[in-house]
């Protein structure tokens, strides 16, 4: 039976980012792993359905309840998930940057682990024309063999079919498309349930769900900020359906205050782990009759942004505090070792929200305050770079912005002295603290940087605004 007619309702606003770049193991695992998937290796499909009883949905594998301690990992480093109690990750399409889809699905099984793996399908906003009956046939004929080459995978957990289809679409007949293709997984496979990953939710997304991809067997929800709201969103709408998360974690930046220049004011790693933790307990442990599943993003490491916005993990595979947070969520216990938190950082004895003004050339102290719940001693590190002139939607691929070297004072220091860069323009201080035990903490301060006339001009108009206010 499916549960996929979608209802039309009120209007739930939800974004989402995609794609991930890939985070390396790191220390601190607990002393035993999952067991294993049996079967892996094999052509032994694990059945899973969506049942209701007693009015509650509830996510059967092999007739078992399965409760999903999900994340999202592209090339991320699916061990560590299993090492901190996680035992099933999302992806974005069957294979990855690194490893075929059926690498990944037997890299799970033998960490006993389970994928929802994601069939990735064309986007109207990078071209693809769903007028084009020839090229939605061959997008069928792609995801049948997709599907046929993975269906009876022992680590498959379920089918996601597109990620943000709907993200600045106007054609609607994306949604025939993602109906016929879970029709063909139904035909061709009768062991795992449908999805697709929307990238908002409204009134008339929600009436063309219903007309046109009735045969979805669950709808996934992808927020960030809104998240606490769900909830709310979803009594007033009297939605009664099973759903996933499927990506869920810290605050869009699209979501936060921005400068004058507009930069977005980014969290520091401390703020995001209590996000984390408020979210989960509020948006989805709070409602267990419909929430089957979710997938935590992001596990692993990318640049959006900024290279911290969204990963869970630095770039070396060091662990940041919302690690800690999941492994609380998914253990019952905080890890033996925990990451450094950040109490503040400061930029010309100012923090990020009061939009700090420098002159070209001009040295200032920056500082950051740290503690660790280990009393473990900090190491530091700062970085100065450009601030991203990305303009990307949907978490689509993003240049590094360049590093500029040679302006810090004191790198390994709690309290450092910045020289300004000699060109005006927008820039970012970043500070990584590390404990020497694979965690760290991290915040950072964009900055604008002006010649020294306009510098002195500037601060006085911020400060007489803010008076004004």
């Known amino acids: 039976m499916h549960y996929g007619k979608i209802a039309a309702a009120a209007s739930i606003l939800l974004l989402c980012i995609s794609c991930s770049q890939g985070s390396q193991p790191a220390s601190n695992r607990p002393s035993s792993a999952p067991p294993r998937v049996s079967g892996a290796g094999n052509n032994a499909a694990v059945r899973v359905e969506i049942k209701e009883e007693e009015g509650r949905y509830v996510l059967l594998r092999g007739g078992q309840p399965y409760e999903i301690k999900g994340a999202g990992i592209d090339s991320g480093d699916a061990g560590t998930l299993a090492a901190h109690g996680g035992n099933a990750f999302r992806t974005w399409g069957t294979d990855n940057a690194r490893a075929t889809g059926r690498q990944v699905l037997d890299e799970a099984a033998a960490l006993g682990l389970t994928v929802a793996m994601c069939i990735d399908i064309g986007r109207e906003r990078h071209g693809f024309d769903y007028d084009d009956e ?39 007949k994306v949604f025939d498309a993602i109906n016929d293709i879970s029709e063909m997984i139904h035909d061709v496979d009768g062991n795992h349930p449908t999805t697709t990953a929307l990238a908002g939710f409204s009134e008339e997304l929600a009436g063309l769900l219903e007309r046109r991809a009735p045969d979805l067997d669950l709808i996934s929800i992808q927020m960030y900020a809104e998240l606490v709201n769900l909830p709310r969103y979803i009594d007033a709408m009297s939605f009664d359906q099973p759903y996933f998360v499927t990506e869920w974690g810290t605050i869009g930046h699209w979501e936060v205050a921005t400068t004058p220049w507009g930069a977005a004011i980014e969290q520091n790693s401390s703020e995001k782990a209590r996000h984390y933790l408020t979210s989960y307990e509020t948006a989805i442990a709070a409602n267990p009759e419909q929430v089957v599943g979710n997938f935590v993003f992001l596990w692993g490491q990318k640049q959006e942004r900024t290279p911290t916005w969204y990963g869970m993990f630095l770039e070396d595979g060091t662990e940041t505090e919302t690690v800690d947070v999941m492994h609380y969520i998914w253990n019952g216990a905080w890890p033996d070792n925990r990451s450094p938190g950040i109490e503040s950082m400061l930029l010309a004895s100012k923090p990020a929200s009061k939009n700090v003004v420098l002159a070209a050339g001009e040295k200032y102290e920056a500082s950051v305050k740290a503690v660790d719940p280990d009393g473990d001693a900090l190491d530091y590190r700062w970085v100065i770079m450009r601030e991203s002139a990305a303009t990307q939607t949907g978490g689509d691929r993003e240049e590094v912005p360049e590093t500029l070297p040679g302006l810090i004072e004191g790198t390994d220091r709690h309290s450092v002295v910045v ?25 950072n301060i964009p900055f604008q940087v002006h010649r020294v006339d306009l510098a002195l001009n500037s601060a006085v108009q911020v400060r007489g605004l803010r008076r004004r206010d």
């Open 419 to 443: 020289t300004a860069p000699g060109q005006p323009g927008a820039y970012r201080l970043f500070v990584y603290v590390y404990d020497g035990k694979g965690h760290a903490g991290h915040a």
């Open 134 to 172: 020839q090229a939605v046939a061959e997008q069928l004929a792609y995801a049948r063999g997709e599907v046929l080459k993975y269906k009876d995978h022992p680590a498959l957990l379920a089918w996601i079919i597109g990620n943000e289809p709907n993200l600045d679409f106007k054609n609607p």
